[in-house]
């Protein structure tokens, strides 16, 4: 998105970003923004297998129609329990 505060920049997307620029230090966020890449820039970088998975909820999410505001909300509910279980890794 041009213009936009917060985005991809060079090799990063935007979820590291913000990590990045708020400096969160969480480990199990880390590995989230480490997921995320994976599944949204889609080079593999980190090697996650749960990336494939999360871009296919999400997407299958969007093609079943949902409001964005729904997806937001699901989305929200998948990562705090993936940010749960990584906590403990």
């Not at 997806?71 to 929200?76: E, Q, S």
Request: charged share 30%.
């Amino acid at each position: 998105m041009l213009d936009a505060e917060f985005s991809h920049h060079g090799d990063c997307c935007t979820f590291e970003m913000l990590k990045n620029r708020f400096a969160i230090s969480d480990k199990a966020v880390a590995k989230i923004g480490e997921i995320i890449h994976d599944s949204d820039l889609d080079d593999a970088r980190f090697q996650w297998v749960e990336a494939v998975g999360i871009d296919r909820v999400l997407k299958g999410w969007a093609k079943k129609g949902l409001l964005d505001e729904e997806i937001v909300r699901r989305g929200f509910q998948y990562f705090n329990a993936l940010y749960l279980f990584l906590q403990k890794r």
